[in-house]
C-alpha cells in the first residue's frame, strides 16, 4: 500500500491574519518587513472598529460646533471608551477632530473607486491632498473587487498657503463592505505604533512623526435615487507648530482639514461634473474627463468653499 502523502501543513499565524481579514499577500516585491505583517492586520481590524463606533454614536462623544459645520470630538469621552484600539496618544501633538454627516450626488461605487486609486484620489481632492502613492498593496481574494482591500499609503497634505506647512502621513487604507450594507474606508496611520522601523519607505524616521491619523474615513451608505449617505471622520494628531498664529483658529476649527472640508470639495467638483455633464458623456475615456473636470474646479473655486449642503442628512446622523 503506497504510503499516504504528507499533510499539508496548517498556515502560519500571520497568514491565516491576513485570510481572515479577506487578503492575499503577493511574496515578492514587499515593502514592509515581515515581523510587521501581523501588526498591520490587527491594525487595521482595530481601525475599522473604531470608525463604525465613531460614525454612529452621538452625545457626549460627539459635540455639535458652535457654526453648526462640524461635530467635535470630546475627547475625554474618547479616551475613556475607544482609545486602547490604536493605542495611547503621543503628548506631543495636537490633536484635530470633527465629523460631518452629508448626502452626496456620486454612488457608492464612483467614491469607492476614488478611495482606492491614489492617482484619482490625489486628482479629485488635489485642494487637500498634495501627493498621494501607494507603498504596497495587499490585493483582496476577488479580483476586480475592493471589498477587504488593504494599502499602506503615503500622503501629503496641504492647505493653499505658506503659512501652514503641509502634514505627511504613512498610514493604512482599509475597505470592506459590511455585509450587503453600507461600505467603509478606514485610514490610521502606521507610524507612532511602535512599529515604523519595519517598514522600507524612503528612508526617513516615521517613529518621529509630526501628523498621525487615527482611525478616519467614511462610511457610505447608497440610497435609493443613487446618492450617497456620507459619514465623514477625521480624527489626526498634528504638530502645529508649522501653523503660523494667524492661522491657527481657523485650521483648529476644522476648516482648513477637517470632515467638512472633505465633503465640501466632494460637492464642488459634483457641480463642475454636473456642468459638463454633455463633455463627459460624449468622451471615449470618461473617467479622464471626470478628473480633469475636478482638476478645473479646483483651479477655479480653489481654496476653502462654503457649506451649504453639509448637514443635509443631519437628522438621522446615526444611521449606519
Known sequence: MPPSPPSTPPPPPLLSLLRGLGLVVRPQGMTVGDSARPAIAQLAIDAMTELINMAQLEEPLWLRSPDGTNDILNEEEYAQHLSRGVGPRIDRLKTEATRVTAVVALDCRQLIDIFMNANSYESFFSSIVSTASTVEAFPAEVQGSDDKTLQLMKEEFRFPSPLVLKRECVFLRYCKQHGEGPWAVVDVSFDGHGYSEKINTDGRDYTKTTCRRRPSGCIIKTMQDGSSKVVWVEHVEVDDGGVHEMYKPFVNSGLAFGASQWITTIDRHVMAINNSIFEYNDAEDGDTVL?????????????????????AAGEDRGEG
Open 291 to 311: 478628473l480633469g473636470v475636478a482638476k478645473k474646479a479646483i483651479g477655479e473655486g480653489g481654496g476653502v468653499a462654503g457649506m451649504d449642503r453639509i448637514g
